[in-house]
């Protein structure tokens, strides 16, 4: 196979990936895409003047021998069932984070994956971010020696934005934003240490949304619409009142981790900050690396000692690639394609999307117990590494 044929389950979103892949002169093209909404069928169909097949429901798109692999950008609490049919269907799978909302449905996922003899891969793209590629290669160079701590916060600027007004704000959909959103950062933990999380505790709250408004109340149609801080009219399909009573999701969480290899982490998300700021700080025996998103800055600072051993702190300034997520989109799709067509084991794993929603599981089970510390169980026997 020279190229692979691709079909989309989810064409809007996290869908707009298939932008990366409709390269028809090159390695990939997109033939297809499956959505519930007739707009955004449309929308796609258009964008691809009429080329490819579309339909309402998923189970048609794998139904066609045209199609070799199926991106599933669907919500979240689909993953689990788009991707297991699509395996089933004998198709590649390449699945957005979180893999699934539960540890359950991530290792019925893994053993289709291993039964299958397809490949799977996690659309972790914060790993193909130059950013964290850069403090990636500082902690393998072994500059800031044995890493030992991890500290991590991230304010989601944007929080009641993104994950209030729609479907994410209820556990039944999302089970929750530790998992949800935090799936990135508990992976970036896990791949910036080298080491996946053994056991957790979790303290968090819903402190800022959810109350008691009515449900079905949008934005829109709220009398409070001037006044309301968090008043959303301009995304359709994402108009939810935030403070509805159904809201039910934690929008500030601290956890720490032990992970393997005794290496002590912590992790605190809020969605209620005036900015948005995600911050990693890695520490070793001999020093530390620290970023800051925003400003596109990478830290290092060292030990002092005497000696041929000193070494001079460093500040990296990271340039964004071009593409979506500072460069990241391009960079994870062109990974899929190595992967599929040229048998290459891809940066984001499938394992590596299983263990970080059963960390983020585990976490809110935790904070649901009062902070009662949880092993995260260990992946199944039959779960492929790559």
């Known amino acids: 196979m020279d190229k692979l044929r691709i079909g989309m389950i989810g064409v809007a979103g996290r869908g707009g990936l298939w932008r990366h892949w409709h390269q028809p002169d090159k390695r990939s093209v997109v033939v297809g895409g499956a959505d519930p909404n007739e707009g955004f069928r449309k929308s796609f169909s258009e964008a691809l003047d009429g080329q490819a097949f579309v339909t309402d429901d998923y189970r048609r798109l794998l139904e066609r021998d045209d199609i070799?692999?199926?991106?599933?950008?669907?919500?979240?609490?689909?993953?689990?069932?788009?991707?297991?049919?699509?395996?089933?269907?004998?198709?590649?799978?390449?699945?957005?984070?979180?893999?699934?909302?539960?540890?359950?449905?991530?290792?019925?996922?893994?053993?289709?994956?291993?039964?299958?003899?397809?490949?799977?891969?996690?659309?972790?793209?914060?790993?193909?971010?130059?950013?964290?590629?850069?403090?990636?290669?500082?902690?393998?160079?072994?500059?800031?020696?044995?890493?030992?701590?991890?500290?991590?916060?991230?304010?989601?600027?944007?929080?009641?934005?993104?994950?209030?007004?729609?479907?994410?704000?209820?556990?039944?959909?999302?089970?929750?934003?530790?998992?949800?959103?935090?799936?990135?950062?508990?992976?970036?933990?896990?791949?910036?240490?080298?080491?996946?999380?053994?056991?957790?505790?979790?303290?968090?709250?819903?402190?800022?949304?959810?109350?008691?408004?009515?449900?079905?109340?949008?934005?829109?149609?709220?009398?409070?619409?001037?006044?309301?801080?968090?008043?959303?009219?301009?995304?359709?399909?994402?108009?939810l009142c935030a403070f509805r009573e159904e809201i039910d999701v934690e929008d500030n969480q601290t956890m720490i981790m032990m992970l393997e290899g005794g290496i002590k982490a912590s992790y605190l998300q809020c969605h209620f900050t005036p900015d948005y700021h995600r911050n990693y700080t890695i520490i070793g025996t001999e020093g530390r690396v620290e970023n800051s998103e925003p400003e596109n800055k990478v830290w290092v600072k060292l030990r002092r000692r005497f000696g041929y051993k000193s070494l001079s702190d460093r500040e990296y300034t990271v340039k964004p690639a071009e593409g979506g997520h500072g460069g990241a989109d391009p960079v994870i799709c062109e990974d899929f394609l190595d992967m599929v067509l040229d048998g290459k084991a891809p940066i984001a794993t499938a394992l590596a999307g299983r263990m970080s929603v059963a960390t983020g599981c585990q976490g809110a089970a935790s904070l649901r117990q009062g902070g009662m510390p949880l092993d995260v169980p260990a992946a199944p026997d039959y779960a492929p590494t790559t």
């Open 68 to 239: 070799d692999a199926i991106a599933v950008t669907s919500p979240d609490f689909c993953h689990e069932e788009h991707a297991i049919a699509a395996l089933s269907a004998g198709k590649h799978v390449f699945c957005e984070k979180p893999l699934a909302i539960t540890i359950d449905g991530c290792d019925r996922m893994l053993k289709a994956y291993a039964d299958s003899g397809l490949r799977l891969m996690c659309g972790f793209n914060m790993r193909y971010m130059n950013i964290f590629r850069v403090m990636k290669e500082v902690i393998d160079s072994g500059v800031i020696g044995e890493v030992k701590a991890a500290w991590v916060r991230h304010f989601v600027g944007y929080g009641g934005h993104f994950y209030y007004h729609d479907w994410h704000a209820t556990r039944r959909n999302a089970t929750s934003l530790l998992l949800q959103k935090g799936a990135h950062d508990i992976d970036m933990i896990h791949w910036l240490t080298g080491r996946y999380t053994q056991r957790v505790a979790a303290f968090g709250g819903l402190d800022y949304y959810g109350g008691d408004k009515p449900n079905d109340l949008i934005c829109p149609e709220c009398d409070e619409k001037r006044t309301c801080p968090d008043c959303q009219s301009a995304w359709p399909g994402h108009e």
